[in-house]
């Protein structure tokens, strides 16, 4: 894993390069300083030699300009070396979301997936700016301070690092405790982030049926857990950062008895002594920045860790040499085909949402699906263009395979209208034109007016420009779904699947985009799901889905003269 985290500095090597060149030079200017103070305080101040001493500060008033213009850099470039690390890993990260299987999403809250592209890449930017700056301070200034020291006194220079094992030996103990801390927090931050944002997206309907306290007590118990979870986070902090404290404080007063006693003996001089005394608060330092090398490796590496579990993840897989069909006629055949939902629970894995199905939709022809919930209607829409895969038998178009066919070609040759209507937060024209990225406005406007939407678009103070808020929050469900509609127009694809299309609808509406897709689909193979029979009448072969598979198959005149479930579901729509 920490070799997959080093790959990331590749693009970025040479920022990275001069940030570790200044972080050098900032730690040699550190180390300069006491050993120009050791001489002054024993030469020059002695023999009052104030050229000297005029002279070696305003050397050492150079080097803190220098050091200034150095930190600059290591603060804004070498954070840019972080961030644009972070923006790297975001965009892989994203990039993978766009080619995991629709299963992935059924697993998986968005809330926490944002979490964890979000607050989680933070900790590792952080980590990758701080990270190797700190660590390698630290041995500079470390084996700096041991070096020019023991020229001083080798003996009390040992007896000083005699303490920094013990510092180390602490830290890595403490690490585990402080490591699975953090891991814990993260795992609570991405559930109440989930949480609130299922929370606010469904405002309207908790507080159409009164349940705010419900509400309110369910993020009061993921609140409680991430306090709980923070408070062992700290509690792993504090005697991570006490226990480092109290050493550097013996660290402190090993060097001032020791010293004195070194002192005393005439062992060393005054100057000796200031020498050591000022290294000691620049011994000190890279003390801390192991300090915070290692909480900083903990967070980022946390987040990294869980950045790399969705990185692991399996996109949708291609075949070896997948058809680009340019635009397929529309012949589509189901063979055998069973499926089930990975997620099921245990005792419902032997039930198949699809079982050994077989059924031909021919081109040109319009299939309805109609049936009881559950039957596995929507399922079979999914099948389709490859949202989710087979588990036997397969699915033809055109007599090909459609596991030959490249996602994106086969994906692109259909169109579909689904229940739950998603908008995206933008314009209205940025909405429609989803269905074909590259139209004109012309086009655009066309497609608007076959969905029965252009004329109520132009009621609105900035027409098309007109912003739909998330999820199209500020328009209607009929209007949010004629959009939807217009996009298929837009598309124009040998393939449609109306799932519930007008189900949000008023009848005069429906009448009307019932009129348009029934233009729409002319010469096309749709299959459309619908609950409202009346929207399927005219279909050129209607099917009965169930759980037990294909009840009834036939025209709405043949299945009315059966007397079975369709007509039983048709009369009882019409028993007015």
Partial sequence: MVRKFISYYKPHWKLFSIDMLCAFLVACGDLVYPVIARRIVDEYVPGRQLRLIITWCLVLLGIYLLKAFFNFVIQYWGHVVGVRMQADMRRDMFRLLQRLPFSFFDENKTGTLMSRMINDLQEVSELAHHGPENLFLSVVMLAGSFLILARINLLLTCIVFAVLPFMLFFAFKTRRMLRDASHQTRVEMGEINSNVETAIAGMRVSRAYAAADHENAKFDVANGQIKKA??????????????????????????????????????????????????????????????????????????????????????????????????????????????????????????KVISHLSLHVPQGKTLALVGPSGGGKTTLCHLIPRFYEPDSGHITIDGIDIRQMERIALRKNIGMVAQ?????????????????????????????????????????????????????????????????????????????????????????????????????????????????????????????????????????????????????????????
Avoid: W
């Fill in 420 to 576: 739950e209507v998603f908008l995206f937060n933008g314009t209205i024209k940025e909405n429609i034109a989803y269905g074909d990225l590259d139209a004109d406005d012309a086009a655009i406007v066309a497609a608007a007016k076959k969905a029965r939407i252009h004329d109520y678009i132009m009621t609105l103070e900035h027409g098309y420009d007109t912003q739909v808020g998330e999820r199209g929050i500020k328009l209607s469900g009929g209007q949010k779904q004629r959009i939807s509609i217009a996009r298929v127009f837009l598309k124009n694809p040998p393939i449609l699947i109306l799932d519930e299309a007008t189900s949000a609808l008023d009848n005069a509406t429906e009448m009307m985009i019932q009129e348009s897709l029934e233009e729409l689909g002319k010469g096309r193979t749709s299959i459309v799901v619908a609950h409202r029979l009346s929207t399927v009448k005219n279909a050129d072969e209607i099917v009965v889905l169930t759980k037990n598979g294909i009840e009834e198959q036939g025209t709405h005149e043949q299945l009315m003269a059966k007397n079975g479930i369709y007509a039983g579901l048709y009369q009882y729509q019409f028993r007015g």
């Fill in 230 to 351: 923070r408070s062992r986070q700290y509690f792993a902090m504090g005697i991570f950062n006490s226990g480092m404290g109290l050493f550097t404080d013996l660290l402190y007063l090993v060097v001032l008895a020791a010293g004195s006693v070194f002192f005393f003996k005439g062992v060393i001089s005054i100057g000796d002594f200031t020498a050591y005394l000022l290294f000691i608060n620049t011994f000190l330092k890279p003390i801390n920045r192991l300090v915070s090398f290692f909480e900083q490796f903990l967070d980022g590496m946390t987040g990294f860790r869980r950045f790399q579990e969705i990185m692991a993840r399996h996109p949708e897989t291609e075949a070896d040499d997948p058809i680009r069909p340019a635009r397929l006629k529309g012949d589509i055949q189901f063979h055998d085909v069973s499926f089930r939902y990975e997620n099921s629970d245990a005792a419902d894995r032997s039930e």
